[in-house]
């Protein structure tokens, strides 16, 4: 409980005002003695016990009741919920998730849960901690710590915009860790407002463990998680897999292939209108939805022939979540898709090359060549999608390790296999540890793999890669922060198969634990899972290369200098600030420096359209050790954080004085009393 006038409460002595003019009737008293009072004295001896207790309860009653008066003027507020029974904390951090979900909105108000927990929260600091304690925002697109001068900042500043990026949870929780560990915050509480997307959170990351332990190490430190963890199961999201431009002697046209999806099923197929806008000419088509997903494979859209580059995007109609409701895209020459394997393992490159030159697009084109590690400089670093590299990881100062950074800090993709003599040489934070060798003549299996994202995600078909059937003979061990795509069955230990490096800046960075190849595993022999791998990372790489490219909103989608790029899909490109431009949605032109004719297409991450969310259990596990609290909220709900509880304490004055009144009331008489009274 806290109070909005705090100061008023120094006024509780004055409940001590009953007791005191209790004793000073006690001095006024003169005790003399009187023959006769003895037999009165000697016969109320056996109630003297009750009329004591009467007396002390009269007493107690008048002293709260006027300590509940000082309450009342003091205008406490409700529920323990905001922890400050101590006073207001040194310092409070809050911390906002801004990813593209957060924008589902409540149609009839068309407040998105980030706008309702902003003011939510607002409000509460204003009530609550006043301007007591210093306020610091960190947010989910950025990640830098901006002071605030008052509550009302939070409603004002870029900083709290809407984004269509992705959130990381834990990294958002790191930064708050190393600002008060910096700046030695003293007494925090850490405000974290959310909405529990567990691809947002990761809660089976490795993270979560070392940021536990670092809180409690630091004394005074609050969590308040205040979350919007609502869905709308009828919620569509749409986007686009693939764009193709195709051209015969009478027509152009471009192919797409579209996907819809429903948070869950419909019991009848239903059609679904799509807007289909390129170069500013919008086209209208209707799709069947059955089930929770529709895939329309190669949509043709004629263009004229003259159209060889451009710009476009398919739009579903208006719903509770506008962020997964439009997808842009560019078209030009498709780039060729170049990889180059790195490894002097005849065994292990011969597969890997027959792979990646496997054509899985007829309309692209495919080279990949050998190289050992000492030719490594011979590498096309600006036209390679994908490098697979399995030899010893380079020294973190070489000049070939300062190119793969620049490679995956670029978005192309970069896959590690174990080389034959593991050392502890780091890459993105991991390294390979040792050799391990499945139990007895049976093979180790994936137990568990992420299908519904990423590498081995399941087929545009819907149906799942058969992951589950690769057999592993040997692996090599892995240590680091890294998010896990596949782990092997319990005879291995559970040990990672695929991971993706965790750091912002190497996403595109993949650590493959077996080889292929006799007496390693089966990824040779069966070989649908490793081609489906190997053009996934191949097709993600090249979307950093050509004239025209798809990028994923973040902070860095656009460089080093995102005033350099002009939106082409708004009337006012202005209107949107520079620093905003990376983390929305939608189609941008470099205006300046090289490549000015490079055309990008920016869009949310598709992991934004997961609707799973995290349990109460999970999160009692993601803070176990920490002093937290849990505050649900909905956009229907907009209950206030706190509420004034003065009319609570008036009502328990006025009970304490009608106890006090009944407790003074003499004692009835009896019939005999009134009988013997005189005539």
């Known amino acids: 409980m806290s109070f909005l006038a705090p100061i008023l409460l120094f006024g509780l002595p004055l409940a001590l005002i009953p007791i005191i003019v209790h004793l000073i009737h006690l001095l006024r008293r003169k005790r003399v003695k009187w023959a006769a009072m003895m037999f009165l004295l000697l016969a109320q001896r056996t109630n003297k016990g009750l009329s004591k207790l009467r007396q002390y309860l009269i007493l107690a009653f008048r002293v709260m009741a006027v300590a509940a008066i000082i309450f009342v003027v003091g205008r406490p507020l409700a529920g323990g919920l905001l922890g400050l029974t101590g006073g207001a904390p040194d310092s409070v951090i809050i911390l906002l998730d801004r990813s593209a979900s957060m924008e589902q909105q409540l149609l009839t108000t068309g407040t998105s849960k980030r706008t309702a927990g902003l003011r939510n929260l607002t409000a509460a600091i204003k009530d609550a901690y006043g301007k007591r304690s210093k306020l610091v925002l960190i947010d989910s697109a950025s990640l830098q710590p901006v002071s605030l001068e008052t509550a009302d900042a939070l409603l004002d500043i870029p900083q709290v915009g809407p984004t269509d990026t992705a959130a990381d949870i834990p990294s958002l929780m790191q930064g708050a860790l190393d600002y008060m560990t910096t700046n030695q915050t003293g007494r925090t509480d850490v405000w974290l407002v959310s909405d529990l997307r567990q691809t947002d959170w990761n809660p089976a990351g490795g993270r979560w463990a070392a940021l536990r332990g670092a809180f409690a190490t630091l004394q005074g430190v609050k969590f308040q998680v205040l979350t919007y963890a609502e869905t709308q199961p009828s919620d569509l999201g749409i986007s686009v897999e693939k764009i193709v431009r195709r051209e015969t002697s009478d027509k152009a046209e471009l192919l797409l292939d579209i996907r819809l999806k429903r948070g869950e099923p419909v019991a009848e197929p ?83 090359a027959a792979a990646l030159n496997a054509p899985a697009d007829s309309s692209r084109t495919y080279a990949s060549s050998i190289l050992p590690a000492t030719r490594a400089a011979e590498i096309t670093w600006e036209e390679t999608s994908l490098i697979v590299w399995q030899e010893v990881v380079p020294d973190p100062e070489s000049p070939v390790a300062k190119q793969l950074i620049a490679h995956v800090k670029a978005g192309r993709s970069l896959i590690f296999l174990p080389p034959t003599t593991p050392d502890d040489t780091a890459f993105a934070g991991l390294h390979w540890t040792k050799w391990g060798t499945a139990a007895g003549d049976k093979p180790s299996l994936a137990s568990w793999w992420r299908s519904d994202a990423g590498l081995l995600s399941g087929t545009r078909a819907g149906s799942a890669l058969p992951v589950g059937e690769v057999e592993v003979q040997r692996w090599c061990g892995l240590e680091g922060e ?198």
């Open 482 to 679: 890294s998010v896990p795509f596949a782990r092997l069955d319990e005879t291995a230990e559970k040990a990672p198969l695929l991971v993706q490096a965790s750091a912002d800046d190497f996403r595109s960075t993949y650590f493959l634990t077996a080889l292929p190849g006799s007496g390693q595993s089966s990824l040779a022999r069966d070989g649908v899972v490793m081609f489906a791998l190997l053009h996934r990372a191949l097709n993600e790489g090249s979307a950093s290369l050509g004239n025209a490219q798809q990028r994923t909103a973040g902070p860095r989608a656009l460089g080093e200098d995102p005033g350099a790029w002009t939106r082409l899909d708004i009337e006012n490109p202005e209107s949107i600030l520079p620093l905003d431009r990376p983390l929305r949605a939608g189609v941008l032109k470099r205006s300046a420096g090289a490549k000015s004719d490079l055309l990008i297409a920016i869009n949310r991450p598709l992991t934004e359209d997961a609707t799973l969310t995290l349990g109460k259990t999970t999160l009692d596990e993601v803070f176990a050790g920490l002093d937290w609290r849990l505050l649900e909220r909905t956009l229907e709900n907009e209950k206030s954080l706190t509420s004034e509880i003065w009319r609570t304490f008036l009502i328990l004055m006025a009970i304490l004085l009608i106890l006090e009144a009944l407790l003074c009331m003499p004692a009835p008489k009896t019939a005999a009393e009134f009988q013997s009274k005189p005539a």
């Open 270 to 352: 239903i059609q679904v209108p799509i807007v289909i806008n390129i170069n500013g000419v919008t086209s209208t088509m209707k799709a069947e939805l059955k089930g929770n997903q529709a895939f329309l494979q190669a949509q043709s859209i004629p263009i004229d022939k003259t159209t060889l580059r451009g710009w476009g995007s398919v739009q579903l109609p208006a719903d509770t979540s506008p962020s997964d409701n439009l997808y842009h895209f560019v078209f030009d020459a498709p780039a060729p898709l170049k990889s180059v394997i790195v490894s002097t393992d005849g065994e292990v490159s011969t597969p890997l």
